[in-house]
């Protein structure tokens, strides 16, 4: 009985030995430095953030230099919030919150090393405030001419069994940015920002998750500010005088997925009679 006991005793202390330095590895790569009721402020390592960017944005030099933009350029972001309901916009950072990120943007502007940032904040829903919550992470990277946001969740509906806690909120599972192919997001401010164009790719990758503030290289050419809906794709015919080229300029709509094959197929069946 008691060799039985010291044993489980050891195996209780293996378990917290790698649980403790999962914990420690996962930490020192995300590590939060500020935090309020509905707000979290994440500092991200360099080997952290790096290898999950889209290359281009993996190389650049950060900065503190534009932090104190921060508020501004959120206030450009408008979100999706109805389905069917095509101009349902909002603010997808409420005002309420922007005081604590300009408080938070203020005070990493003056620190000696640069860092990447993650914000995640949450917004009670209306019906369950206590099990149910609408959730946003983003990173935030400061360059000496501007900012990058990139979102890794927007709005997300998350539900509890029961009361949530801070800790259940602010779980976080870092994972690759990819390109999001859904009108979700539209930038009212056409002067300082746009989404963001991967021009590495093999095809070119739109980001509709990725705003990029004054900083022109980074732009999609020509600035994008919402990406567009199927039904809104248009074949401007008066600037091709044959039906050729008319085919070939919407294949190559097709293959940066800016329309479906439905969509191709139907234009094609309309410019094929023309022809």
């Not at 935030?140 to 890794?152: A, Y």
């Not at 599972?173 to 979700?184: D, S």
Request: hydrophobic share 40%; glycine share 2%.
């Amino acid at each position: 009985m008691n060799s039985l006991t010291a044993s489980s005793k050891h195996s209780f202390v293996l378990i917290l030995v790698f649980f403790v330095s999962g914990c420690s590895s996962f930490s020192s790569k995300i590590k939060l430095i500020d935090s309020s009721a509905s707000l979290a402020f994440f500092e991200v390592e360099d080997e952290e953030w790096r290898k999950i960017f889209p290359s281009e944005i993996s190389k650049l030099k950060i900065s503190t230099k534009n932090f104190q933009q921060l508020p501004n350029a959120l206030k450009s972001i408008h979100y999706k919030r109805g389905v069917l309901a095509y101009e349902d916009w909002d603010v997808l950072v409420p005002e309420v919150y922007l005081s604590e990120i300009e408080k938070f943007a203020e005070k990493v502007s003056v620190n000696p090393e640069p860092k990447v940032y993650l914000c995640i904040f949450k917004v009670d829903d209306i019906l369950s405030p206590n099990v149910k919550i609408l959730k946003t992470s983003f990173y935030i990277l400061s360059t000496e001419n501007g900012l990058i946001l990139l979102f890794h969740e927007m709005n997300t509906n998350v539900s509890f069994q029961t009361q949530y806690s801070f800790e259940d909120w602010v779980i976080f599972h870092p994972t690759h940015i990819k390109p999001i192919y859904r009108p979700e997001l539209w930038l009212k401010d056409k002067q300082h920002t746009s989404m963001y164009k991967d021009k590495t790719a093999v095809k070119n990758a739109i980001y509709g998750n990725v705003v990029v503030f004054d900083i022109p290289e980074l732009f999609a050419n020509p600035p994008l500010f919402r990406y567009p809906k199927e039904d809104e794709i248009t074949i401007p015919t008066e600037q091709w005088k044959t039906v050729p080229e008319k085919l070939k300029a919407l294949e190559e709509l097709r293959k940066n997925h800016l329309i479906t094959d439905e969509e191709y197929n139907r234009k094609k069946t309309e410019l094929l009679k023309e022809f």
